[in-house]
């Protein structure tokens, strides 16, 4: 393509260049024919000049006249199909500059315009919201740090269109915005597309997610990070590694430490900001330190409902597979109930296989294997008698539900 570019440049110049010549010859041939003629008027009109012979016309000039015309046809025929040639690689690097400057005007909303980097931290590698919790009737509660999860692995867990939502219309209840002018906030649709372009450029690879689930673990238990990643390198057939078994049909750690790696990988709160766990939509006031503790003078839950009790409402395979999955907005799951588009999935790259829409693909896999999913969903429906578990059984009237109303600490 460089070859064919240089090459068409080259020959660009060089009909230019014969063009311009041309023009220069035919312009003063032009003016000495003209100047034959200066003060002649009288003698000799113009349209009484006596014109060329028949011999002259149809020989020389014709001659002329139709080798030119051939030259102008040979260069034409050679020059399209070089253009044509070229065109791909012309069209690719004007959708290459494009997208960098897409993802620099993302990275200056990211950094100044909307400032997500305060919260979310530099390259959303995530970070904290210092925020004040009020109750329903404006009374001070607490002054609490909110984990901003991180977002350089958020469109792993999420497709294009649910982050679009969250960015859209933010997570009422918590200190995250909303920024589109969907939802009421400062962003066009254009500036939201290009804050998404921004986050596809500092996602990170799947070998780095394996690799930091696999360290973190190591540096609570490394005995039992020995014997999850034997597990791991076991399902390598599992269909996201490319193989031809079920997820849900995995390899799977003994119940005991699946109670055990399902406890650190729920709960985690220091792992990416939060971003591997599910406690800090599950447990109230897990997103600032006071999982199951509820305060006093606010009755508060967490962004999606409590777990506790979740076995009585999903078999295992419903609900491996939802974890597996998320959801997708207005779908069915566990038979019966409509999803909320927020919940991430785990398991799968949502985004993958999505090319032909011009969705970036960074592999099939998500944040967490098989193995871990089990362990999540075997620790989640074991909740019901976990002494450390201060909440009320899900879908009762008891379970709480977000009432307060946070705000930036500075405007206090
Ligand atoms: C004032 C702090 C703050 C700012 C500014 C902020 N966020 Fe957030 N954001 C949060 C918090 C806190 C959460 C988690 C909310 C929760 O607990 O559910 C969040 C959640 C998100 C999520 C959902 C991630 C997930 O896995 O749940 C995305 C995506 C996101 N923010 C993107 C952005 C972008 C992009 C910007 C800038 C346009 C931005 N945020 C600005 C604090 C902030
Ligand atoms: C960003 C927030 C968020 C995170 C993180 C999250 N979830 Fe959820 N989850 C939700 C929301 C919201 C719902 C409720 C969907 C609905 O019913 O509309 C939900 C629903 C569920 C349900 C169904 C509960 C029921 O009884 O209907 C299960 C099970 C579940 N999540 C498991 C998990 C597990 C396991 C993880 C961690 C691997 C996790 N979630 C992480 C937001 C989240």
């Given at each position: 393509m460089i070859f064919a570019a240089?090459?068409?440049?080259?020959?660009?110049?060089?009909?230019?260049?014969?063009?311009?010549?041309?023009?220069?010859?035919?312009f003063f041939a032009n003016l000495r024919a003209g100047r034959e003629e200066v003060g002649s008027e009288i003698e000799l009109a113009a349209n009484r000049k006596p014109y060329l012979s028949d011999e002259e016309?149809?020989?020389?000039?014709?001659?002329?006249?139709?080798?030119?015309?051939l030259g102008l046809l040979a260069i034409t025929a050679v020059v399209l199909p070089l253009y044509w040639l070229a065109e791909p690689g012309r069209q690719e690097g004007a959708v290459k500059v494009f997208d960098e400057t897409f993802v620099r005007r993302g990275l200056d909303i990211y950094e100044n315009g909307a400032q997500c980097v305060n919260c979310h931290g530099g390259a959303g590698v995530g970070g904290v919201a210092n925020f004040i919790v009020n109750d329903q009737n404006?009374?001070?509660?607490?002054?609490?740090?909110?984990i901003a999860p991180a977002l350089n692995n958020v469109l792993y867990r999420y497709d294009e269109d649910q982050v679009r939502y969250i960015l859209n219309y933010g997570r009422p209840g918590t200190p995250m915005a909303a920024w589109g002018a969907d939802g009421g906030g400062p962003l066009t649709t254009q500036q939201i597309n290009n804050v998404i372009d921004y986050l596809w450029s500092v996602q990170v690879t799947q070998k780095d997610m394996r690799e930091t689930v696999e360290k973190f673990v190591a540096g609570i238990d490394p005995a039992l990070a020995e014997r999850v990643a034997e597990v791991n390198r076991s399902n390598a057939d599992v269909t996201t590694e490319g193989g031809d078994v079920e997820p849900v049909n995995a390899n799977r750690l003994s119940r005991e430490d699946e109670l055990k790696l399902g406890e650190i990988l729920f709960n985690n709160q220091s792992?990416?900001?939060?971003?591997?766990?599910?406690?800090?939509?599950?447990?109230?006031?897990?997103?600032?330190?006071?999982?199951?503790?509820?305060?006093?003078?606010?009755?508060?839950?967490?962004?999606?409902?409590?777990?506790v009790g979740v076995e009585r409402?999903?078999?295992?395979?419903?609900?491996?597979?939802?974890v597996w999955e998320g959801m997708n907005s207005g779908k069915l799951y566990f038979s019966r109930k409509q999803g909320n588009p927020q919940m991430p999935g785990f398991g799968v790259n949502r985004n993958t296989g999505k090319a032909d829409k011009g969705v970036p693909d960074k592999g099939p896999s998500g944040q967490l294997t098989a193995a871990e999913v089990w362990a999540i969903i075997t620790y989640e429906r074991n909740l019901s008698n976990d002494s450390t578990v201060k909440s009320p059984v899900a879908g009762t009237s008891e379970s709480p539900t977000f009432a307060g109303v946070v705000q930036p600490a500075e405007n206090q």
């Open positions: 240089t090459a068409q440049r080259a020959v660009g110049f060089v009909i230019l260049a014969i063009v311009v010549i041309g023009f220069v010859l035919w016309l149809e020989g020389k000039k014709l001659n002329a006249a139709l080798f030119s015309a404006g009374q001070f509660v607490a002054q609490v740090n909110w792992l990416a900001a939060g971003s591997y766990s599910c406690g800090r939509c599950h447990v109230a006031g897990a997103t600032y330190g006071k999982a199951w503790q509820p305060f006093e003078r606010l009755q508060y839950g967490a962004f999606g409902p409590s777990l409402e999903a078999t295992e395979q419903q609900h491996f597979k939802l």
